[in-house]
């Protein structure tokens, strides 16, 4: 069993930077692929930002070059550091540990952008 607790959303301008942090409790969390998600009222929830088990690193499209994501196995973290942000940007974050067909969501955390 895994618990995810997000943290570090809010209010930030275009162009700005937000850092998100994921804190995970359990074990064995270096075993899970983790991953970032997002979604929109209406929308389907998109992957944002994947780190593998094996640190296979996948982005989507529209936040290459500006988000980055990483994972400390020793302190139970995944984190996603946010630049040049868009409006488009704005949405609700979700931190997502998987394997296999086990999947574990955090509760999420609200980024908004403003102009």
């Known amino acids: 069993q895994v618990q995810l607790v997000e943290s570090g959303g809010g209010l930030v301008q275009a162009g700005g930077s937000l850092k998100l942090s994921c804190a995970a409790s359990g074990s064995s969390f270096s075993t899970y692929n983790v991953g970032w998600y997002r979604q929109d009222p209406g929308k389907q929830r998109e992957m944002v930002a994947r780190?593998?088990?094996?640190?296979?690193?996948q982005y989507v499209d529209s936040v290459k070059g500006r988000f980055t994501i990483s994972r400390d196995n020793d302190k139970n973290t995944v984190n996603l550091q946010m630049n040049s942000l868009k409006l488009e940007d704005t949405s609700v974050y979700y931190c997502?540990?998987?394997?296999?067909?086990?999947?574990?969501w955090g509760q999420g955390t609200q980024v908004t952008v403003t102009s």
């Open positions: 780190i593998t088990r094996t640190g296979t690193i």
């Open positions: 997502k540990a998987d394997w296999w067909t086990t999947n574990y």
